[in-house]
């Protein structure tokens, strides 16, 4: 469990870490990036977290809890894969930035790199909320959302 929260916290740092390169141009042009509002996505999703932690409460199946767990344990390895992947070409990005002058179909192409490790991290994410979803009753959906609205 130790194992899981400090890769899911390196992956928080990789890609606050990337937004902020990201978001530097934005920034330098003297532009504000709008705040966030709700997300629209991550409301109708479900975190295995979420779920796990309210399982009695929402009577989760035997079978449901292996699923999840076995699905949960397919993603955390894909992750830990792309990880590796997200540091490397991050690292690579930054190597190039280093360079006076930089060259920028050098340092495009790398960004191409690094986004391309970031949308597919982010697709493995989507994909195992959504399955974790899928396995849920409409009612344990119900009962997650009203649980997640007392928590904020």
């Known amino acids: 469990m130790k194992r899981r929260l400090e890769e899911a916290r390196m992956l928080n740092r990789m890609l ?44 989760l199946s035997d079978a449901q809890k292996t699923y999840i ?5 397919k993603a955390q390895t894909r992750f830990t894969e792309l990880q590796w992947q997200l540091q490397d070409a991050m690292e690579a990005l930054v190597s190039l930035l280093k360079q006076s002058p930089a060259d920028e179909s050098q ?25 974790i979803k899928n396995k849920l009753t409409p009612d344990q959906q119900a009962h997650l959302q009203r649980l997640r609205a007392e928590l904020k």
């Open 107 to 131: 340092v495009m192409s790398q960004l191409d790199k690094v986004l391309t490790s970031e949308r597919e991290i982010k697709r493995t994410q989507i994909g195992l909320l959504v399955r």
């Open 69 to 73: 767990r076995s699905e949960l344990l």
């Open 16 to 59: 606050t870490w990337s937004a902020a390169v990201i978001l530097c141009p934005l920034l330098l042009a003297g532009q504000q990036p709008q705040p966030p509002g709700p997300d629209p996505v991550a409301e109708n999703l479900f975190p295995p977290e979420l779920v796990m932690a309210h399982q009695k409460a929402i009577d």
